[in-house]
């Protein structure tokens, strides 16, 4: 069966310091991968998505980036955060574009 | 005009009435429609998908489609204290290869 690992749960870091997030998906090949952000209260902002090794597709412009080095690993990197950067973020997986995605856990990232 | 709409709440229900919940989307070419239940500091979880017009039942939820009218909605009979959350509609953007969510509903069941 495939799974969807997501690291770390909680994360506090300060502004101006790097962030990195790693998923790893289990039991498929060649996943669609989705980077979601969904601030206290709100909806589920997609912020990047790759249909394949090095191929990102990225929604909204900001100090965040992608990368998939791997066909089932996706990371979401900032040089220096900000404020606003502060959110539960979500990794996700589909088989394909029409199918449902499937979550991990999240990760609650605090920039203070 | 943002992709998927839709209601944000929240939406308060007795315990044992139905619950509705309603989403609509703005790209017509859309294939694939999908409802998540979101518990406060949880991630989403998959509850329903549709892909052709009509009606769709699984236990106490439907999920009901309407491609001309790009809308689709979920209905909770019987609604109990446990469904209380966010829910989630997901479309699949036919052509952009990707997911996009609407903003979510608050439900609240009240006993």
């Known amino acids: 069966s495939q799974t969807i690992h997501q690291w770390p749960a909680t994360l506090v870091q300060p502004v101006g310091s790097p962030l990195s997030l790693e998923c790893t998906v289990e039991?498929?090949?060649?996943?669609?991968l989705y980077w979601y952000r969904q601030a206290a209260g709100r909806g589920l902002q997609l912020l990047f998505y790759?249909?394949?090794?090095?191929?990102i597709s990225s929604e909204v412009p900001q100090n965040l980036s992608a990368s998939r080095p791997q066909d089932r690993q996706f990371i979401l990197s900032s040089k220096k955060l900000l404020l606003s950067d502060s959110g539960f973020y979500l990794c996700?997986?589909?088989?394909?574009?029409?199918?449902?995605?499937?979550f991990g856990q999240g990760t609650r990232l605090t920039v203070v | 005009q943002k992709e998927v709409e839709q209601n944000s709440g929240p939406l308060s229900v007795p315990e044992g009435a139905i619950a509705s919940l309603n989403c609509t989307y703005s790209?017509?070419?859309?294939?694939?429609f999908f409802w998540y239940r979101q518990y406060s500091g949880k991630s989403p979880e998959l509850i329903m998908f549709?892909?052709?017009?009509g009606d769709k039942e699984d236990g106490r939820f439907t999920a009901q489609l309407n491609k001309a009218s790009q809308y689709v909605s979920l209905l909770i009979r019987d609604s109990q204290p446990s469904d209380s959350a966010t829910y989630l509609c997901a479309v699949g953007i036919q052509g952009a290869q990707k997911l996009v969510f609407g903003q979510g509903t608050r439900l609240t069941i009240n006993p």
């Open positions: 039991g498929t090949s060649n996943p669609n």
């Open positions: 790759s249909v394949g090794i090095g191929q």
């Open positions: 549709i892909y052709s017009n």
């Open positions: 996700a997986w589909s088989v394909t574009t029409f199918s449902e995605a499937f």
């Open positions: 790209d017509r070419g859309s294939q694939s």
